[in-house]
């Protein structure tokens, strides 16, 4: 009985591990805050829909590149950083786009 319990235990920790090691929690709330901005500047006017669609883009490759990082069931520190800086060129991009003079005629 204390074999059963020992082996259960350690396929908990183990799935445990294997699930931290492909998770990227920060990175999903910056992806999530970096389309509420690309919306907030639709919405506004502030993005022309040229602009939004190479935003929407660059959130999609972000997106591919996180899940290539996952795919092989672990997220390196490297890999981190990678989508990292990606992550942080998105978040520039997002803000030279709003703030460029450049508006729709009609904001929604």
Known sequence: MKI????????????G?????????????????????IDQGVASGQLT???TNNLDKRQAKLAADEAAA???????PAERRKLQREAN???RAISRQKHDKQTTSNPK
Request: hydrophobic share 35%; charged share 30%; aromatic share 0%.
């Open 49 to 51: 829909a040229k602009e």
């Open 89 to 91: 060129r998105n978040s």
């Open 70 to 76: 996952k795919s092989d069931g672990k997220v390196t």
């Open 17 to 37: 591990l294997a699930m931290a090691q492909t998770s990227t929690p920060n990175l999903d709330k910056r992806e999530a805050s970096q389309q509420k901005r």
């Open 4 to 15: 059963k319990t020992l082996v259960g235990a350690v396929a908990m920790t183990l799935a």
